[in-house]
């Protein structure tokens, strides 16, 4: 039986010719296939179980003949609610909504269902649809993009910002990716933990040069979103560039740095600040003695040629964090990539009710970019100012994490950095133990291990993050012990991950001959 088109609203030729002339591209009709939405509709009532096989990849916009568009609408209802989808219920479904005579009646839908005996394809013919749909919304934006670049009026940055939201809100929508059989991914999860156990760290990650922090992470994992937040003066930049200092000179792993806050040149001083050993006031100032010359051309080496690469790009949006990170995996072999700081990105070219809307879809992005990548992703986050009003000991908590809870929600692991002396000015806490230089790495979140915290060694004039050596040694002396190991030159205490240090000698006597300074230089990661 040959079926009717609607002879409603959208039915008449005059109601018709609008309509089609809606989806006419220079000459040219739109993809589309009206006899397959007439197919796949009529499948859909005439099997119970059929919109559970097509209902994540169709949705009513992806049928081009509008009364289709509503019919659909009709069956998914029916389909949230959990009833019973036929040519009955949709009948009375269209009727409740008000829209069967808009689709041609009961007669329409009673033809529908006569036009196919079983729905053993609809898989296949649904797929075809939503591939015509992706093809019209392709059209119909390049046409628009098409007359904003004609219109010399727009800024031509502003026109490539909303291409790339678009491209990127169509691309997100529309893919689906396939469930997976235990057994591939079991074959890989041996894989991996047989090259994790003939690693000599034994990480199945990538190794920060924290002992402590990577013996409860096993190192940052691929595909995680790694969050580490901070009051402001804790040193969370400090930290992701000690760690990144680590990974990529003394580890050679390729690390990526987008630095929304600081420029290029203040990262690199703070880097050789670390490095080289000298205070930061003095490389901005340039008033270095004729020793502190030396130890700077010398030591500056160590960076150069070292796979580190730096972005400073204010401002920047989630959609151009994509297309460079893509391009620095594809060209660099990018490991990891540091983001400094996440509430300073925004999502142009996207609109939202309110800020918060906008930090979470920039953190639900990052995580996807993440397991797109298959590279842990840091991004660093400003806690809220609820830290400063507490009575206690001012530690951070997950409900101060900055304008989403998305962020939480979305990482994998969050991370704090909490220094007490600086709450503390005495420097001695209520035990009475003395706290400078003390810092301590909180893991709040931890989606696949433990959390806890993890004590650093914090050397605020080199701006420098180290690894927490026990000894008996008071951590409020350590210029004292630096002057008499060192005749008053550079220390390593504590900091077995810098490729400049020099082992201390275990018959140290400000350690009575032992060895419990230098345990952690036996073997060196270099």
């Given at each position: 039986m040959a079926v009717t088109n609607p002879t409603s609203k959208y039915g008449d030729r005059k109601g018709r010719d609008k309509q089609q002339s809606e989806y006419i591209t220079q000459g040219r009709m739109q993809p589309r296939d009206?006899?397959?939405?007439?197919?796949?509709?009529?499948?859909?009532?005439?099997?119970?179980?059929?919109?559970?096989?097509?209902?994540?990849?169709?949705?009513?916009?992806?049928?081009?003949?509008?009364?289709?568009?509503l019919?659909?609408?009709?069956?998914?209802?029916?389909?949230?609610?959990?009833?019973?989808?036929?040519?009955?219920?949709?009948?009375?479904?269209?009727?409740?909504?008000?829209?069967?005579?808009?689709?041609?009646?009961?007669?329409?839908?009673?033809?529908?269902?006569?036009?196919?005996?079983?729905?053993?394809?609809?898989?296949?013919?649904?797929?075809i649809l939503a591939q015509k749909y992706v093809a019209r919304e392709l059209i119909s934006f390049a046409a628009n993009i098409e007359t904003q670049a004609f219109d010399e009026s727009n800024d031509i940055d502003d026109i490539l910002q909303v291409a790339e939201a678009r491209i990127f809100e169509i691309s997100q929508r529309n893919v689906k990716k396939q469930v997976t059989q235990i057994d591939p991914v079991i074959a890989q999860a041996i894989e991996q933990i047989q090259i994790a156990a003939n690693r000599?760290?034994?990480?199945?990650?990538?190794?920060?040069?924290?002992?402590?922090l990577d013996k409860v992470t096993s190192g940052w994992q691929n595909s995680d979103l790694i969050i580490i937040?901070?009051?402001?003066?804790?040193?969370?930049?400090?930290?992701?560039?000690?760690?990144?200092?680590?990974?990529?000179?003394?580890?050679?792993?390729?690390?990526?740095?987008?630095?929304?806050?600081?420029?290029?040149?203040?990262?690199?001083?703070?880097?050789?600040?670390?490095?080289?050993?000298?205070?930061?006031?003095?490389?901005?100032?340039?008033?270095?003695?004729?020793?502190?010359?030396?130890?700077?051309?010398?030591?500056?080496?160590?960076?150069q040629s070292a796979p580190l690469f730096i972005d400073d790009t204010p401002a920047l949006s989630i959609l151009d964090l994509r297309t460079k990170a893509r391009r620095l995996v594809s060209e660099h072999g990018i490991k990891m990539i540091i983001i400094d700081y996440l509430q300073l990105m925004n999502a142009a070219g996207m609109k939202f009710g309110s800020r918060e809307q906008e930090v979470s879809?920039?953190?639900?992005?990052?995580?996807?970019?993440?397991?797109?990548?298959?590279?842990?992703?840091?991004?660093?986050?400003?806690?809220?100012?609820?830290?400063?009003?507490?009575?206690?000991?001012?530690?951070?908590?997950?409900?101060d994490l900055r304008e989403s809870g998305a962020i939480e929600q979305d990482a994998d692991i969050v991370c704090f950095i909490h220094r007490p002396e600086y709450?503390?000015?005495?420097?001695?806490?209520?035990?009475?133990?003395?706290?400078?230089?003390?810092?301590q790495f909180i893991i709040a979140k931890h989606r696949s291990g433990s959390v806890g915290d993890i004590d650093m060694r914090f050397r605020n004039k080199f701006a420098r993050f180290e690894n927490w050596v026990p000894n008996d040694i008071d951590s409020g002396h350590i210029e004292t012990i630096e002057s008499r190991l060192n005749g008053g030159n550079i220390s390593r205490l504590g900091?077995?991950?810098?490729?400049?240090?020099?082992?201390?000698?275990?018959?140290?006597?400000?350690?009575?001959?032992?060895?419990?300074?230098?345990?952690?230089?036996?073997?060196?990661?270099?």
């Open positions: 009206i006899d397959l939405e007439q197919a796949v509709l009529g499948a859909l009532m005439l099997e119970k179980d059929a919109y559970a096989v097509v209902c994540d990849m169709l949705k009513p916009e992806t049928f081009y003949e509008p009364a289709h568009n019919i659909f609408e009709a069956i998914r209802a029916l389909g949230t609610a959990q009833q019973p989808i036929d040519m009955l219920t949709v009948t009375e479904q269209l009727r409740q909504d008000g829209n069967l005579d808009k689709i041609g009646g009961p007669i329409y839908i009673s033809e529908l269902t006569s036009r196919v005996t079983s729905s053993a394809n609809i898989e296949f013919h649904a797929r000599e760290t034994g990480l199945s990650g990538l190794a920060s040069g924290y002992h402590d937040a901070a009051r402001p003066a804790m040193g969370k930049t400090a930290f992701v560039l000690s760690m990144a200092k680590n990974m990529a000179v003394n580890y050679n792993t390729p690390i990526a740095i987008f630095s929304l806050e600081m420029s290029n040149l203040q990262l690199v001083n703070r880097l050789i600040s670390n490095v080289c050993e000298i205070e930061g006031e003095k490389i901005k100032s340039g008033r270095l003695d004729e020793r502190e010359w030396d130890q700077l051309m010398s030591r500056v080496k160590n960076l879809m920039i953190s639900r992005s990052l995580k996807h970019l993440a397991k797109e990548l298959n590279i842990p992703i840091i991004a660093l986050s400003q806690l809220n100012r609820s830290v400063e009003s507490r009575s206690d000991d001012k530690r951070p908590q997950l409900s709450y503390l000015k005495s420097g001695v806490n209520a035990e009475g133990h003395d706290i400078r230089g003390l810092a900091d077995d991950s810098d490729p400049l240090a020099g082992p201390i000698p275990s018959s140290n006597p400000l350690n009575g001959g032992s060895a419990n300074i230098t345990n952690d230089y036996e073997n060196p990661p270099f």
